[in-house]
């Protein structure tokens, strides 16, 4: 029987075991089911923009696991990985260039990294940039993409769901892909239709942003090209003269066309484990296996990207009902789309979930889960609270006002974590409010500088932090301070007792008419979206019914507005004639936003 071409197209390296470090493939495993294939990831040829970044130095090497016999997909297709895709036929990872950088780091518009490292030179969308002065120098790929004589291109590689990859050439020609420059001029709107909240659009196309610099620029249009949704198609190719499914590198004119590989998802089955969710909240299921933690967000078919808040796209803090267990953890998103983390309970006894998140198109939402882990109850470990760290305790607490808990921050090596000096969580007894609050300090991050993780704080570290609070009625409340002292985080827990609201006379203003009015909720600012008409001075009327935890300042930062909006009140803030555009609102913390149109939508 002919071998497969999955165990016998490898490179191998020519360099001796007793080399540390060797380009190509070092060793491929047949077994029943699968090809294993062993490397350290690099190779001597250059493969161009498309190959991988250096691997990280934990990294020894790799063993690629590929199904010998690649199925489609039953059901849903499985999103492809957010770091390797598939393997090159030298060993080196075919790697996803459309989910390590986004506008803002908001993980809403996704870089096509592949366009924004050349300079038209390579790819159909890439463009002379101030910023780009190395473009990257055309590799193997790019010398790939001019066909000629009817040749058929070499297979470069096989994706993990076991499909092959083929160069761009077949012998009726170049494959074009179906993906196509949407028709935009603003980017409010996802290919989906998923419309943006305020605050997550990204920014206009222009000379800066031109169509194609964002992956979500793109729309698979059905027929436009030779390929489909996945970028491949069944043919026969010299490999497989009875014809296979198989990946092609698209190109345009001769040039690297997006999504260039893989798109989104596979066509084939990969890893697919089955979700079975214990528990479900609103959109969101948990399941428990373990100490494994799965969740899946749906809306309706399970959310991918989940807007970066504080450096990540999923919060979720763990707390024991009897207030002295606590944990934050960030799950990740899996190719099924479902969020997962690890986390083994310290005690046996019952356990609150708090999955914080933003949906992109939606407002923060925080969903809670109630957990029972079985067993005798043992005492909780103590925990201290280190010297150098206070809560200021010299004014009373009372419920429902507006509350600011100072707590003095003398630790060594203070450093940012996720984003902030500091995070607070407040719980009161009994698990019977949760309150997620950070600094009213300036973030010791620049916003443009939000996606680079190793970044150097703006500034010296502070020795004081406040945040803001409403504790929504009288009783214990445990709190964690969260901050990061010389690489280490710390979880500084602390006790207070709130007092009795005490009463007070509402005070009522009256609105004029045609005024916009706005409610802040828990939800946010409802409408979070308001239009008002260009040229004509207009009123805003915000009413802070509720005691949402970032609610007690409005800022509208264009037109340096920030004003104080007590419980409870309404706020009249009078505007001056405005020419058309968008003008950004948001709480004080920036955890709601609000946007002003004036003039009519685009779009
Ligand atoms: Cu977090």
């Not at 959310?303 to 763990?318: A, C, D, G, Q, W």
Request: aromatic fraction near 8%; hydrophobic fraction near 35%; include cysteine.
């Amino acid at each position: 029987m002919l071998a497969q071409p999955v165990s016998t197209v490898w490179i191998r390296t020519q360099l001796p075991a007793n080399v540390s470090r060797r380009p190509d493939v070092h060793a491929v495993e047949v077994t029943e089911r699968e090809v294993v294939v062993r490397s350290h990831g690099f190779s001597l040829a250059p493969l161009g923009l498309l190959a991988s970044p250096p691997a990280p130095p934990a990294v020894t090497g790799y063993a690629f696991r590929i199904p010998r016999q690649p199925q489609p997909a039953a059901g849903r297709h499985a999103h492809v990985p957010s770091d390797a895709t598939g393997v090159f036929v030298n060993g080196v990872p075919v790697y996803n260039h459309f989910e390590a950088a986004s506008y803002r780091g908001q993980n809403l518009w996704h870089y096509d990294l592949v366009a924004r490292n050349d300079d038209g030179t390579s790819t159909v969308a890439g463009r002379k940039r101030a910023d780009l002065t190395h473009p990257t120098a055309p590799g193997l790929l790019e010398r790939l993409a001019v066909c000629a004589g009817g040749k058929h291109s070499p297979l470069i590689g096989f994706a993990f769901d076991g499909y092959p990859i083929y160069g761009p050439c077949t012998t009726q020609g170049p494959v074009r892909s179906g993906y196509r420059l949407r028709d935009i001029t603003v980017r409010e709107v996802w290919p989906d239709g998923t419309v943006m909240a305020p605050g997550q659009a990204g920014p206009p196309v222009s000379d800066e942003y031109p169509l194609g610099t964002f992956v979500e620029d793109y729309v698979y249009v059905a027929g436009a090209g030779a390929l489909d949704r996945y970028n491949g198609r069944f043919a026969a190719t010299p490999e497989y003269p009875q014809g296979t499914y198989a990946y092609y590198l698209s190109t345009e004119g001769g040039k690297l066309a997006f999504p260039y590989l893989l798109a989104h998802e596979y066509q084939g089955e990969y890893a697919s484990e089955t979700f079975r969710p214990s528990a479900t909240a609103g959109i969101v299921s948990l399941e428990k296996k373990n100490d494994s933690l799965r969740f899946q967000i749906d809306s309706p078919t399970p959310i991918r990207y989940l807007e970066f808040v504080h450096e990540r796209p999923l919060h979720l803090l763990i707390i024991s009902e009897d207030l002295q267990d606590f944990a934050h953890l960030h799950p990740e998103v899996n190719p099924q789309g479902t969020w997962e983390t690890t986390y083994s309970f310290p005690r046996p006894g019952r356990y609150r979930l708090y999955a914080d998140f933003t949906p992109p198109g939606g407002a923060q939402r925080v969903t809670q889960f109630d957990l029972l882990i079985p067993g005798k109850p043992t005492r909780p470990a103590k925990a201290s609270i280190p010297a150098g760290v206070e809560l200021d305790r010299t004014r009373p607490w009372r419920a429902g006002e507006d509350t600011q808990l100072r707590f003095t921050l003398n630790l060594p090596g203070l450093e940012p974590y996720l984003g902030a000096w500091a995070h607070v969580v407040i719980v009161g007894e009994g698990l019977s409010s949760f309150l997620h609050a950070h600094p009213l300090e300036a973030s010791p991050i620049a916003p443009s500088e939000a996606h680079i993780h190793t970044r150097e704080a703006l500034g010296p570290p502070p020795r004081e932090v406040s945040v803001a609070a409403v504790l929504p009625r009288a009783g214990r409340y445990k709190l964690w301070l969260q901050t990061q002292s010389a690489g280490t985080v710390l979880a500084i827990p602390f006790e207070i007792e709130v007092s009795a609201a005490q009463a007070k006379t509402p005070v009522s203003t009256v609105i004029p008419p045609g005024a916009i009015r706005v409610q802040v909720t828990p939800e946010g600012f409802v409408p979070a979206r308001v239009t008002a008409p260009p040229g004509k001075a207009f009123t805003l009327a915000l009413t802070r019914s509720s005691a949402p935890n970032c609610g007690n300042t409005i800022v509208i930062p264009a037109l340096g507005i920030s004003r104080d909006l007590p419980l409870g009140a309404t706020i009249l803030i009078e505007l001056p004639p405005h020419a058309q555009g968008a003008l950004s609102f948001s709480c004080g913390m920036g955890m709601y936003r609000g946007s002003l149109v004036i003039g009519s939508e685009k779009n």
